[in-house]
């Protein structure tokens, strides 16, 4: 399917466009990471740039042995901008990344993922929030793919296509809140009528998936396409 293919039809539904971006993607068996731990980092790595970025910045800590929360934490902040330059916002990033790590040892022990999890999601949710530097769409991406917990995942990518399915909606400028509730809520209606229930396990595979697929979307087709994405 070409780009001229690529245009979005306002008819569709929010629900309609995942599953229009499945076939056409594919799954994407995203986070792409080798380890839960690996996950967290890139959460912080990847705000404010491209993923290619990220991925240059995390081959850089695999290559000196230090992609791990404790390595993180036991470094000193200089070497870390170093390592991460590649994800921009580099200084920034160090001091966030070493304070979130120390924070993970400080209040978890090295078991932080295991008893963390174990967390009801938003009371673990406010926790990360509460961490300097962990904002929304950061606390949301951990919860997703480090903890499996249902939450959709909103980013920049998606308030583009909400704003094309919706124009009567500022996406830019709605709450972020307002709007994974609204993505979240249909979604739910779909997986209700098709199960006959709420299967939390679909919910966090279907949130994965349409993030991972929106992100794959955002990284090959660039601002204008977004002016034709419900007809993919």
């Given amino acids: 399917m070409d780009r001229k293919n690529l245009k979005v039809n306002k008819s569709y539904t929010i629900f309609e466009i995942y599953t229009i971006l499945l076939k056409k993607f594919g799954e994407q068996h995203w986070w ?16 404010n740039t491209a993923w290619n970025n990220v991925e240059k910045a995390i081959r850089n800590l695999k290559a000196n042995g230090v992609c791990s929360v404790k390595a993180i934490a036991n470094m000193p902040v200089e070497d870390i901008e170093i390592l991460i330059k ?14 979130f790590c120390e924070y993970l040892l400080a209040h978890y022990g090295e078991n932080f993922i295991e008893k963390m999890g174990s967390k009801e999601i938003f009371e673990l ?3 990360l929030l509460n961490i300097k530097g962990i ?5 949301d991406s951990i919860l997703l793919y480090v903890f499996e917990k249902p939450i959709f995942v ?4 998606t308030r583009r296509i909400y704003k094309r399915l919706n124009e009567n909606a500022d996406a830019f400028k709605m709450d972020y809140d307002e709007l994974r509730e ?18 939390t396990k679909k919910l966090v595979e279907i949130y994965n998936e349409y993030h991972a697929l929106i992100v794959r979307f955002g990284k090959e087709y660039k ?4 002016e034709e994405v419900t007809k993919l």
Avoid at 135 to 139: D, R
Avoid at 154 to 157: F, G, H, N, Q, T
Avoid at 182 to 187: A, D, K
Avoid at 188 to 198: A, E, M, S, T, Y
């Fill in 223 to 226: 601002k204008k396409d977004y």
């Fill in 32 to 47: 792409p990471a080798e380890s839960k731990e690996e996950i967290m980092l890139g959460a912080i790595l990847t705000q």
């Fill in 125 to 127: 949710r406010n926790e």
């Fill in 182 to 199: 609204i993505f979240e809520n249909e979604i739910k209606r779909k997986v209700l009528n098709d199960f006959g229930n709420i299967d």
């Fill in 135 to 139: 904002g929304k769409e950061t606390a």
């Fill in 154 to 157: 909103i980013d920049a990518y």
């Fill in 86 to 99: 590649p994800s921009g916002f580099y200084r920034q990033k160090a001091k966030r990344m070493k304070n």
